[in-house]
């Protein structure tokens, strides 16, 4: 028995099925409790510790990372505050890189936490589902069947680049791979798949590589025999590698080769040429995570021109990032540099 079992027959989302079980405070109570009857009654294991129903004092969550050092963290961080009551905080912890490490503590963190904004992939899903179970979670960055999730939609981005590298006459595109973020990393090669088919554009994936500078730079060593017209990295840190790989082998950027990256991190704007790179909207996803966390309807935060954009990528048959009903897609957006050189307009036109 999975948690949108209970949300389908229930007529509501999982991540209100999610706090009538661990957070019924939140809730309207008849609410609250119509839904742990039905969740009983379909077997549906409820909370191992019954949550307080005591709803004062100040409000702490937890935001739980892999990494600290790369600035990505410290912008979700701050959006999920942004969500919080004035006399609410938000936690931070780094976990590393250790699985059983992040599992453990994951576990410790019950009864000393509102809830918990899991940033990681060191979790495994039965692990994060028991979790679940026991106090409200939020999944980012990757779907999370009968959990909450929030998560970049990389399509909506990716269509503005591609349009752009169309219009200047590009027609073939290499996506280069990462090793590590796997549905991060999935998910924006499926989307540079569909979109390329849709602009009639030539691409293919190469890698996986280490998502470093180096890598980028290994990764030239395969690019160079046959450079493409563009490049879409994974990361930022990836482009910048290809950026300064294919200068060393006299290739031009962005005259030859333009190169696009992931992230909008601090080294994008400190190469030369400059890297072009898919924002995502990282504050947008924290303050989405603590109002799911919190009971609240998030915001999607949507522009009218990203929503005319979403219709027509749909009406082109661009897949949504996930079909999973408890998951919510913000859109990315393209920042143009100097490693794509520029156009009047990079708007979206029909694809």
């Known amino acids: 028995m999975r948690m949108i079992d209970v949300a389908v027959r229930a007529g509501v989302s999982p991540s209100t099925v999610s706090r009538a079980l661990n957070n019924p405070s939140r ?28 709803a004062t004092g100040p409000v702490m969550i937890t935001f739980l990372v892999q990494d600290t050092s790369n600035g990505i963290s410290s912008q979700i961080l701050a959006g999920a505050q942004e969500a ?25 963190l019950v009864g000393h936490t509102r809830g918990i904004i899991l940033a990681t992939d060191q979790v495994r899903a039965p692990t994060a589902r028991r979790l679940g179970r026991r106090l409200p979670l939020v999944i980012l960055n ?53 979109l390329s088919r849709a602009m009639g554009l030539e691409c293919r994936r190469m890698g996986p590589v ?29 482009a910048a590698g290809v950026i300064l790989g294919l200068q060393s082998k006299g290739i031009t950027v962005p005259g030859r080769v333009g190169v696009i990256g992931f992230d909008n991190t601090m080294v994008a704007p400190v190469v030369k040429p400059a890297v072009a790179t898919i924002r995502i909207p990282r504050r947008a996803i924290g303050h989405a995570a603590a109002d799911i966390l919190l009971g609240r309807k998030p915001e999607t935060r949507q522009s009218r021109q990203q929503s005319a954009l979403i219709s027509r990528l749909r009406k082109a048959g661009i897949p949504p990032v996930t079909e999973d009903p408890g998951a919510l897609a913000l859109p990315t957006s393209l920042i143009i540099r100097d490693s794509l050189g520029t156009l009047t307009s990079s708007t979206l036109e029909e694809v």
């Open 27 to 54: 809730l309207n109570s008849q609410t609250a409790s119509q839904i742990r009857s039905l969740a009983r009654s379909m077997g549906y294991p409820l909370p191992d510790h019954p949550p307080s129903k005591d």
């Open 84 to 108: 919080l009551p004035q006399q609410g905080a938000v936690g931070i912890i780094e976990a590393g890189a250790e699985l059983g490490h992040t599992e453990d503590l994951l576990g410790q």
């Open 210 to 238: 280490d998502p470093t500078v180096q890598g980028g730079r290994q990764a030239v060593s395969v690019l160079e025999r046959k450079p493409p017209d563009a490049v879409v990295a994974y990361n930022d840190l990836i």
């Open 142 to 194: 990757r779907p999370m069947e009968g959990l909450p999730s929030v998560l970049p939609d990389a399509s909506t981005g990716l269509a503005q680049a591609l349009e752009l590298l169309r219009r200047q006459g590009r027609r073939s595109v290499v996506y280069i791979a990462s090793r590590v973020g796997a549905w991060s990393d999935r998910s924006r090669w499926e989307s540079v798949q569909a």
